[in-house]
């Protein structure tokens, strides 16, 4: 089976530009957030998604939006990137609370 | 406001020896994730705790999990070098939405 998977998997973007990350859940999973780890620090909650509804949002700006599909995709939004935007972003499916979260592989984004 | 601490941050240890390191959080929940994360990779689940007094064991590593004293361990024993690598607990903030509060991670280097 197919894990969480994300895409792309590097990407680099000048200031001010904008950016599109996108995550496909494992299969079933209805559950799926994203995480920003800046280097050297543990993973920060950026936003969570439930069969298509908003159902937590972490501590970032209004740069960032986020939205869940149909088919359970997901796709997360950084408007006027800032230096400070370069991290790991991490997107992690989950079946339902008690069986715990899988992460994908990330997408490294760098703002130059 | 959840708040998750890990200490060590880092630890540098021979192969063979036994170790435990801790996370403590400071509000009640009683969900609580250990991950590794290799460099420049993603986070690889190792145990999900549920309950007061749970205890997990995959090969060398050992967790628990003490619901009243906010505080879970994760003991090594007689470490190898694969176990090199960042090890992050996270809870879980059970405020309606799946949101981890991860703590900063510890650096576990194993010498041969």
């Known amino acids: 089976d197919a894990g969480v998977t994300q895409s792309p998997t590097h990407l680099i973007k000048t200031r001010g530009q904008h950016v599109t990350l996108r995550c496909s859940p494992i299969?079933?999973?209805?559950?799926v957030s994203w995480y920003q780890q800046v280097l050297g620090q543990g993973p920060q909650f950026i936003f969570q998604y439930y069969e298509k509804e908003e159902r937590g949002r972490g501590n970032f700006p209004d740069r960032f939006s986020a939205r869940q599909f149909p088919n359970y995709s997901s796709e997360l939004n950084v408007n006027a990137l800032l230096l400070g935007d370069s991290a790991l972003y991490l997107c992690?499916?989950?079946?339902?609370?008690?069986?715990?979260?899988?992460f994908g592989s990330g997408t490294r984004l760098t703002v130059v | 406001e959840l708040k998750v601490e890990q200490n060590p941050l880092f630890l540098s240890m021979q192969e063979g020896k036994n170790y435990t390191i801790y996370c403590n959080y400071s509000t009640t929940s009683d969900r609580l994730y250990w991950y590794r994360q290799d460099p420049g990779k993603s986070l690889e689940s190792l145990f999900v705790?549920?309950?007061?007094?749970a205890v997990k064991q995959e090969g060398r590593l050992m967790a628990s999990l003490d619901t009243k004293a906010r505080l879970s361990t994760l003991h090594i024993t007689a470490a190898v070098h694969d176990l090199s690598a960042t090890y992050f607990c996270?809870?879980?903030?059970?405020?309606?939405?799946?949101?981890?509060?991860f703590g900063k991670g510890m650096k576990l280097t194993v010498n041969p």
């Open positions: 299969s079933g999973h209805k559950s």
């Open positions: 705790l549920l309950s007061n007094g």
């Open positions: 996270a809870v879980d903030s059970q405020g309606g939405s799946e949101k981890l509060v």
């Open positions: 992690a499916s989950s079946l339902a609370v008690n069986y715990g979260y899988t």
